[in-house]
Structure formats: C-alpha cells, structure tokens
C-alpha cells in the first residue's frame, strides 16, 4: 500500500528539502513558491509533486558539432564532423547541460530538472562507461532511451502504449541498446562460446541483486560455492545462454518499433539468428534456472522460445525469437520479490538516506517494502514510486534511524548536485545549444571539470558497479567526501562568488540581496545570515539564535558565519554593516559586495552545505 502523504502546505523547511533532492536546484523565489511563502499560495507535497512530475516537457535541442553547426546524432557523422572523441565529448557535455534546463521556459524549469534527475538515477542505476562504448551516438541514444522511460506514468515522450512504458520493459530494451551490448560484451556473446559479463550483471546489479547487504543471506543459507542466497551460477549461465547473438549497429539503423531509437541487431539475419543459442537438446537444457527462483509464468524454470515465432520464421531463431525471450528472462527475474525490493533500495539511497548499519538497513525494510508494492501494484511504474516516495511523511519527517534523526541534511550531496545547485540558487544560465553551441559547450565544460576535481568522473565510473557513492556498502555517499575532494568542493565557490576575475559563472552578490532580500533584512548582518540559512542550509530551522543552540544550527556556528562576514571593520561591526547598506557612512559598490562575498564563502564551504 501507499507511503502515508504528509499534508498541509508545504512551508520554507519542507520545501527547500523537496527541491533539493527531487531537482538539481532552485532559486530561492522558487522554493518561496512552493514554500507559500512571500506572497505566493504554495502548495501541498502531493501539488508539489504533480508540478514536478506531470507537466508536459519539452526534448532537448540536438547536440551540435561545432565544426559543422549540425547536428549528427540522427543523421551520422561524415569525414566533415569532428574527430570522434570530441563528438562524444560534446555529447557528455550535452548530457550535463541539461541539468540546467536550458532553454526551458521559467515555469518548466523545476519539472524539467526533476525527469533530468530520474534521467541521471537511471544512468547510476544502468551505468555507462564513456570510454568503453567509445561512441557518442550510442550515448545519446542511451541517454533518449532514459527519457523515454523516466516519466513513465506521465510519459510525454514516449511512444509505447502506457502499460508498456515501465521499468521492467526499459530493462528489456536496455538489454539490446547500443551502448549496454558495447559496454559489457552483449557483442560477444555468441552459441557456443557465452560470455556472461551481461548476464551477471542483469541478474545482480540491475535486477534481483544480491539481498539486503549487511545481513545474512535468507534461509536455507547456501552451501555449494556458486549459490548466491538469491540466484546461482547456474542462473547466471541460463542468462547469458538467453542473451546470446546479439551485437550493436553501428549504422543505427535497426530501429526499435516501440521507441523508434535505434537498437542492437543479431548476428545473422532478421530471420536467422545464427549465434542465438537455440537450446533445442533435450539432454542438455542450457536454458533452465535454479530453484532460487520460484515462477508462476516458468514453472519448470525454463525461458523456452515462442513456438508462434519459430513457426513464422520456418523453425530458426530469429531476431524476434531472440527478443521473445529476453523479455521471458526479463518477466521470470521480476516475478521475484526481491528484485522489486532491490530496485527500491537504490531509489531510496537516491532520493532519502543511504544505511551505513545492518540495524538501520533493517529499520527501513517496512519503507522498502511499501515501495516495493507501490512497484509491482503500478505495473513497475518508475515515477508512481518516486512520487510516492516525495509526498510522503516518511520522506520529510523520517525519525527512523536509531538516533532519531531527520531526513533533512541525510545526504551528502554530490559533486553533480553540489556544482549545479550553487549555480541554479542563483539563477544562472547556459548559453542556448541552438545559438550558441560553443558557448553551451564552454560553459558545460566548467561544469565538467568542476565535478570531475571533486571525484565524479562523469559516465567514467570505475567498474560497471558505478558510482561507488551509489551502491557500495556501508559508505555509501561518504564516498564523495575525502581529504583530496573536500578542498576542491570549497575552491569551486569563489569561481562563482568572487566577482573579480575571469569565469563563465560570476554573481554580483550585492546586486543578488538586493533584489532578493527586504531591505530591513540586507541592512541587519543577523537577519541576513539567517535568511539565508533556511534557503542555503538544510539542518537550519526558522528560529535561529545567536545566543543558545535552540536550532540545528548552533549558536557557535551562526556566530561564526557572522564573524567571517563583519569581521572586525569597526568598534561595533554589525551597526557599521547596517550604515554601510544604508548608505549612512560612504563605502563603494565593491566594498560592500566583497564583505558579502566573505559571507557567502563562509556559508557555501561550510561543512553544512555539503549536505542535503
């Protein structure tokens, strides 16, 4: 059944916190808006997430090689376009770029970063390695395939009927797009000679998994080597046998009927599928799963073809056969209960909190659990989970955890959400892809480096785990945290604060408080700071003190951004803040933008920012 929905409007606090995780950022007009605060209605977590999630969006603009001022992702590359690495650069670029809603207009833009997010939980979830697909169509069409499945109950962009666009049919295409049979061998695996790296990683990273980390493999407990408590080696074998004679097209030209993006194709022909294992041995069934798995649709636990499409292709294994049955594969895995659950996991981790103790993974088994309904009973509907999910009490008031903590703050941001979000608070903007490419690539490329020096190799994850922050148990996202990342978190700021010097990225911070903080607040150094903590800060509350630890920020914590900011300039440094504002006692323009700038360098690297 549902997640309880939290109710009533949603105020500053749960607002901010919403915004934070379900978008790349917001400005702070716009978490006033859904806040109801400062003269807008705002609204409840269930109007929230339907202003979110089910508006109409529009596509990206094409990417664009800057040689030719053409696109090239659906009409191929010529001996005029740039060299291959740096078409697939631009398509990286492209990517990132669309976690700033460019070009949309200002009333779409949170809903368009909110399918940008779900886009971006798909790639972690079916990781891409740039450099091993080494093909920049391949990425794109990877990359429109996530789109056409992320709002897959609203599903503006897609061309499947509407029971057809979930989360277990994206699995099944994901298991013959492009850039999947490049990354982990699909293109390999031929009858007679399986390789199995897809097959494994279907079944334990993208699927069933490997149970709840952390605590003990269920019961009976397995004692042959090979038996992974929830699949075997057996299954991961049956897989791969399913899998086999698949390999990219690198014409893409063999087209998907059900999301017109071009796909893999079979060795062979259409008809004949000659490196599909056929499994028609009644003494040697390469086909069949362990009874780890239970089934109602394979009771006898073999994925057996379509006698309907043998027939019509005269007895071969043709191309549709082959797909009949990795879409049985595809049916038999998410018969089981612990695949939805494992999905579940990985958006929770996403979205809420990761679980760093086997006590605390236990504590929110009842959570996993209802999502896990929530999945199989809206016909493994992504966005009807992830909705439930953001409206929820659970979400915005979670005391779960042993030590009664709250969701707010929970998280670690990543380098992604860190750099984007500074960027999106203060409203900036990427030149136009259909203006100005090169422009649109530049500042892409701040972007790019920005979260590359704190640790996110972007679509160059280590292994095909990915994101270490992502999967890798207990750390979770601590991972994002080092001592060699932490630095380059802080040194990002000034790019964007400090107004002397060059950068793509630079904020006239007077000029921002004045056009978005009441003037009795901008002239009061007490006020201002703690404005800016409820919309900059996710453990601050709406009553800060100074004086006693009455909030989640403590009062040496306000006193010391109140330090940075004032100094010591004068005998009373607030009063001498007040008259310089004020326009009281003469002080230039860049005076009183770079006291603000000690300000904002104070909050913005502080340890508190890191989190969301």
Known sequence: MPLPEATGTLGLKRAAHLLRRATFGATKDQIDMYAGINGYAGYTPAQAITQLFRQALPAPVLPVDTKTGQEWVLTGATDANSKPFDLETFVLKWILGQSMSPGVPANLSLAY?????????????????????????????????????????????????????????????????????????????????????????????????????????????????????????????????????????????????????????????????????????????????????????????????????????????????????????????????????????????????????????????????SMADTF?????????????????????????????????????????????????????????????????????????????????????????AGYEAYHQWPIYHRAWITPNTLPTRYKFIPTVTNFSGNGLFKEDLRLYVENNMPPAIAANARLLIVELAKYLLPLADNALDFSADNGSLTAARLNYFKLRFVQDFAVDPEQYWTDRWNGTIPASYDDIRDQLVYLFNAMLQSPEYQLA
């Open 113 to 369: 970063s909110a399918r940008e997010k779900v886009i971006h939980f798909l790639h972690t979830h079916f990781t891409t390695i740039i450099s091993k697909v080494s093909s920049s169509r391949a990425l794109y069409f990877q990359n429109e395939l996530f789109r056409k499945f992320a709002l897959d109950v609203s599903f503006p962009l897609s061309t499947l009927p509407p029971a057809d666009t979930n989360f277990k049919k994206l699995t099944v295409k994901i298991s013959v797009d492009n850039a999947m049979l490049r990354l982990l061998d699909g293109n390999l695996n031929v009858k007679g000679s399986v390789n199995e790296n897809y097959g494994r990683e279907l079944i334990e990273l993208y699927s069933l998994g490997k149970g709840l980390q952390g605590t003990p493999l269920p019961s009976p407990e397995p004692t042959t080597q090979g038996d992974y408590g929830y699949y075997t080696e057996q299954d991961v074998q049956a897989a791969a046998n399913v899998l086999t004679g698949w390999t990219d097209d690198d014409t893409f030209t063999n087209i998907d009927p059900d999301t017109l993006l071009p796909r893999g194709k079979v060795k062979g022909t259409p008809t004949n599928a000659s490196s599909h294992e056929p499994d028609d041995d009644p003494d040697e069934i390469k086909k069949k799963f362990s009874t780890r798995f239970v089934s109602a649709l394979f009771p006898d636990l073999i994925i057996r073809p379509d006698a309907t499409l043998l027939a019509a292709n005269g007895g071969f294994h043709g191309e549709a056969t082959a797909l009949d049955e990795i879409e049985k594969l595809v049916e038999l895995i998410y018969e089981q209960e612990e695949t939805r659950k494992h999905i579940c996991r990985k958006i929770y981790r996403f979205y809420v909190a990761s679980m760093h103790t086997t006590a605390d993974s236990l504590a929110i088994e009842p959570i996993i659990n």
């Open 376 to 464: 199989r009973d809206s016909g493994y509907k992504l966005q009807a989970v992830i909705e439930d999910l953001l409206k929820s009490q659970h979400f915005f008031d979670a005391g779960y955890l042993t030590q009664d903590s709250d969701n707010v703050g929970g998280l670690i941001k990543s380098p992604l959400d860190l750099t984007v979000g500074v960027l999106r608070f203060f409203g900036k903007q990427i030149p136009d892809m259909a203006t100005s490419p090169q422009g649109f690539y530049d500042a892409t490329g701040v972007i790019l480096d920005a979260i590359r020096d704190q640790g996110m190799n972007y679509y160059e994850p280590y292994d095909v």
